[in-house]
Each structure stands twice: as C-alpha cells, then as structure tokens.
C-alpha cells in the first residue's frame, strides 16, 4: 500500500509518497503569491498544475490507494455552487483593516483566537471578502478550509473540519466543539460543508484526474488536517501528558499536552488549536523560522559552534523582539532589534540568531505553561545550537529531537493507516550560561 501526501506550506508544497512506512520519494515547488488584482492570492492554478503533474510520476512508480491534503492555516476557499472560486484565495500576509470584524468577533474566551496580523484570523479574512466583494461573495456556496478545498478538488465531495476550523480563525468554539457566535450572527453557517474527521473517506478520485494522472479508480481521498495538527498527532499518540512539541517551519508553533487552556493569555499570539481528536491544545507560536532566514541572509546553521555562542553571550549580544511586524508574542510593539555589541562574523551573527529561536521557543512554552518533556521536530532539527540553547533553558525536563524534518508527513499518513518510523534523541544541553543570558533578555523585552 503506497499513499500520497500533499504538504501545502507557506514557503514550499510538497508531494511525497510513503510506503511501508518510509517516504520514498518527494518532489517539491515553491509556494508563490500572485499579486493584485484584485488583491495578493494564491497560486491556485500553478499548484494543481504541480499536483497534477507529481501525481502522475508518483502514480508511474506505486500502486496509490490514499491522498492526503496537509495544509498551513488562515487560508480558506470561496467556491460557487459549480465549484469554481467565487474569489481569488487571499494570501493571508495581506494587511486587513476591519474594524467592523474587531467588533463583531466572537471573544477570546469563546474562540481562543487573538486578534493577529494581516489575515491570520480566517473570519476576518472572509468578513472582509464578504465586505469588499458582495456581489461575488453572494454566490459563495461553500467557505472551504484550505486543505478540504484541495480534497474537494480531487475528489468532488465538500467538507469542513475541525483541526482547521479551530486553529485561530475566530470561526470555532475549541471548547464547546460548535461554531462561534461569530459565524452564526454573520448567517455563515450553511455556508461551511458538513463536519468530517480528518481521516475519513470522502470518495475516490474524480474520472477525469484518474485520465490524467494513472490513479487507480479505487484511490481514496481523506479530508486532510491542518499542518501543525499533523505534525502532534503522532506525538499525540505515542506519548503520555504532560508534554510539548515545537514544530518548526516558516513558523514555530509550540503546543503543549496536559496544559490548560483557560489559562491562554488574550493579545499574545496564544491560541487553542483543536486535535484529530477534537480535544483544545494550548498553543503559541512566532515566525522563527521567516526571521532566521531573513537574520542569516540563508547561512547553514551548521558554521556557528560552541564558541561563537560563547561570544556572543560574552559581549552581551542579543536579538529583542519583535523582529518583524507578523506574528508572535510581541506583534504590535516597537521593533527591538540587535542589543550589545555589533557582530561582524557570519558564524556570529548566526549563533546569536540560533540563541534567539532558542530564547523564544522557550518564552513562548512558558505562555502557554507546557511541562513535561518537549519534542523539536520540522525544519530546525538541523541547527544543533538552537536545540543545545533549548535544552540548557528547559533543563527541569528532557528536550527531544526527532528525526523527522517533516512532521506534517508522517501525522498526515497516520489518516491513511501509514505509519512512519522514526525516532528521537535526547539533546545535550548547552555549557553556557543561558540561564543568566535569558534572565538579561527577557529584562529587555517590552513591557
């Protein structure tokens, strides 16, 4: 049995298949913003024709039984009743003014979805769509998750579902398992398909996509699951709470099993995302991985060692959020920026970038209060530093690396009954006061 994993990202997509429970093959594209008009959207056409495409060498090397549709957040489908977009798909780093949305909005405390950047919270996203484009969005029939869209698209059949619907779009209720006040006052509620798990069978793949590509007739298509969803199922289902796992990517989502999640702060890039299983994950996230890249100018993780971060907290440089204006605790507040000494060595100026994702990784665990062992899986697992600085700053319990870059893909074939062997390591904490080096930063954060 071979199935097929469609990772939609917000820096790259992603086809891979897995068989036997190791991924045998991936191809991947860039994932790109067209620009307006009418407004900056997706791709949409460019990835279906990259799906067509890897489905087709995918299907010349296996028997393909399953897809499944893993896709970042904040993005959704308006389709018509033919099943063609009403409307471009918002790129969500667009910048919205909604007033109107701040004051119709469901509070923090019945949806866990704080107010963010650009088009972060989906139902801002919508409201404004609904706003600027009435006669377009009058002929929505269906708001579409982003990974049902997908689903939709291959197999015919519409459905919504809930790790999407419940991860900060001011759309759901984690708590109550229904739809917010929100989606009920805007007369929303038909407009969403009807709930399906993540791992349920919506059909086989359409005739003419099997024309196209060789599928089998008898392939199935999942609903899909958001990303980050994917990427804890397995920790989910292997581990005993308390426990945390950051997955890292275009950004570093931390969330925490056995933690609370009436203790989430309002306004602090907390929220509660919604497990397969339907249960309120405590959540808080940054966009490390966007800022490192952007730190680093691209430089390997690997030319900064031990002694480059003893320099660094030896001139008493250090990064101060916010970095940049999307996302994380500190949205909204001034830019910190470099403190200390300037830093002219590359091998420098990434220690001290490695030592920040470390420094608020750690932060944002503390928001959400996640005790127990943390988990580090995703695109960081390479950077030794950040792990060794993580590990030096939780040392009242284990930090775990696992070996597995693509969390997404292995929780996503867990729908399909594939199951992906890997494994973790214990990570050695940093020898070097970082403990002195946080206390020193978080004085310099913003009140």
């Excluded at 791709?43 to 799906?51: P, Q, T, V, Y």
């Excluded at 798990?197 to 099997?210: F, S, T």
């Excluded at 196209?212 to 008898?218: K, N, V």
């Excluded at 490390?288 to 003893?310: F, I, K, M, Q």
Aim: glycine letters at 8%.
């Amino acid at each position: 049995m071979a199935i097929v994993v469609f990772d939609i990202g917000k820096t790259n997509i992603k086809l891979s298949l897995v068989e036997a429970g190791e991924i045998r093959h991936t191809v991947s594209t860039p994932d790109r913003s067209l620009p307006a008009p009418p407004y900056p959207h997706i791709d949409e056409a460019g990835i279906w024709s990259f799906l067509l495409r890897g489905l087709k060498d995918l299907a010349a090397e296996a028997e393909i039984t399953d897809i499944v549709v893993v896709a970042h957040g904040a993005t959704a489908a308006l389709v018509d009743a033919e099943g063609k977009l009403a409307l471009p798909i918002l790129d969500y780093e667009v910048p919205i003014e909604d007033s109107d949305y701040d004051r119709l909005a469901s509070p923090f405390a019945e949806t866990f979805s704080p107010a963010m950047a650009g088009g972060l919270n989906l139902g801002r996203q919508i409201h404004w769509l609904a706003q600027q484009y009435p006669n377009e969005f009058a002929r929505v029939r269906y708001i579409l998750p982003y990974p049902q869209y997908w689903s939709f698209r291959l197999s015919g059949i519409a459905s919504s579902e809930v790790t999407y619907l419940g991860c900060h779009t001011g759309l759901w209720q984690p708590a109550a398992a229904t739809f917010s006040g929100f989606v009920t006052r805007m007369g929303w509620r038909d407009l969403f398909p009807p709930l399906r798990r993540a791992d349920e069978v919506l059909g086989n793949v359409l005739p003419e996509i099997r024309a196209r590509t060789g599928l089998p007739a008898d392939c199935r298509i999942r609903v899909g699951i958001h990303d980050s969803s994917a990427s804890f199922l397995r920790h989910r289902l292997l581990r005993t709470s308390p426990f945390a796992v950051a997955s890292t990517g275009t950004w570093v989502v931390c969330m925490a099993a056995g933690a609370d999640v009436a203790n989430l702060p309002a306004a602090r890039s907390c929220l509660a995302n919604v497990d397969v299983m339907g249960n309120p994950v405590p959540v808080s996230l940054f966009m490390g991985g966007r800022e490192y890249s952007t730190l680093t100018e691209g430089a390997n993780a690997a030319v900064a060692g031990v002694p480059d971060a003893a320099a660094v907290i030896d001139a008493g440089a250090m990064l101060v959020p916010p970095i940049s204006d999307f996302g994380g605790p500190f949205v909204g507040k001034a830019h910190g920026g470099a403190r200390g000494t300037g830093l002219r060595k590359q091998e420098q100026v990434v220690a001290q970038a490695s030592l920040y994702l470390a420094l608020m990784t750690d932060y944002c665990l503390d928001l959400i209060k996640a005790t127990g062992p943390v988990v580090v899986e995703g695109s960081l697992i390479g950077n030794d530093l950040y792990l060794s600085a993580l590990a030096a700053l939780r040392r009242s319990a284990d930090v775990f690396v696992s070996d597995d870059a693509t969390g997404t893909i292995s929780g996503a074939a867990q729908l399909a009954g594939q199951k992906i062997d890997g494994s973790s390591r214990t990570v050695t904490p940093l020898d070097l006061p970082m403990t002195q080096y946080r206390q020193r930063w978080r004085e310099a954060l913003p009140a």
